[in-house]
């Protein structure tokens, strides 16, 4: 069955520290790559999304992933993160026989000192 | 107002009691979902809807079932509710670009 990983449970970092989310998926064919980011009692909202060409994806708020078919990897980073980046992230993927179906991984909290 | 609308946002219930969680969109869609959310698990999929004669299963779909009552009604009902059934409910749309929407969510609790 398809899966998907995301490295880290619970990250804690100080303002304008920089950030990477790892996230990993298990399916060898063509798949679609989301971030969503859930802010404290807040429904999800997509944070950038991959689905051809340029590996590497900007989003909203100063974010970006790169997709690394090699690795089945599709990291976050944001160079330089802010209290307000304080949130919860999902990784998901939609594969070519997931029938248009979407599997999340677990999620990784951020918490933003400031 | 919210594309993706859910009611209610908040709803405590007795083990044994028939729960209906409802959602509405105007966003035109004609895929819609449910999911539930559980602390460290992500996100769950509980039924799935391609239009409205198409329903389907999702990998948690025991203690559930749905009915999609139009294009913009996708309404999920728990029979018999459970306290493990405690969590937090989100519907969500999808256009043919893969992208979700999700609704405010409804945060159930079954005593």
């Known amino acids: 069955a398809q899966s998907v990983s995301q490295h880290n449970h619970h990250v804690i970092l100080s303002e304008a520290a920089s950030l990477e989310l790892g996230c990993n998926y298990s399916y060898g064919g063509t798949v679609n790559l989301f971030w969503y980011v859930q802010y404290p009692g807040q429904h999800l909202q997509l944070l950038l999304k991959?689905?051809?060409?340029?590996?590497l994806v900007k989003g909203i708020k100063g974010f970006e992933a790169e997709f690394i078919k090699s690795k089945f990897s599709f990291n976050l980073r944001k160079p330089s993160v802010q209290w307000s980046d304080t949130a919860e992230y999902f990784c998901?993927?939609?594969?070519?026989?997931?029938?248009?179906?979407?599997?999340f991984g677990p999620g990784t909290r951020l918490s933003v000192l400031p | 107002d919210a594309d993706v609308t859910q009611t209610p946002r908040n709803r405590i219930t007795k083990t044994g009691k028939r729960i209906m969680l409802e959602c509405s969109q105007t966003k035109g869609h004609d895929r819609m979902y449910w999911y539930r959310q559980d602390p460290g698990l992500g996100l769950q999929l509980i039924y799935y809807s391609f239009d409205v004669k198409d329903i389907n299963k999702g990998e948690i779909s025991d203690g559930y079932s749905v009915s999609r009552q139009a294009q913009a009604k996708f309404s999920l009902s728990l029979e018999s509710a459970i306290p493990n059934q405690t969590a937090l409910y989100f519907c969500?749309?999808?256009?043919?670009?893969?992208?979700?929407?999700f609704g405010e969510g409804s945060r159930l609790t079954v005593l």
């Open positions: 991959y689905f051809s060409g340029d590996p």
């Open positions: 969500a749309t999808s256009d043919l670009s893969g992208e979700l929407f």
């Open positions: 998901a993927v939609n594969g070519d026989n997931y029938g248009q179906n979407f599997v």
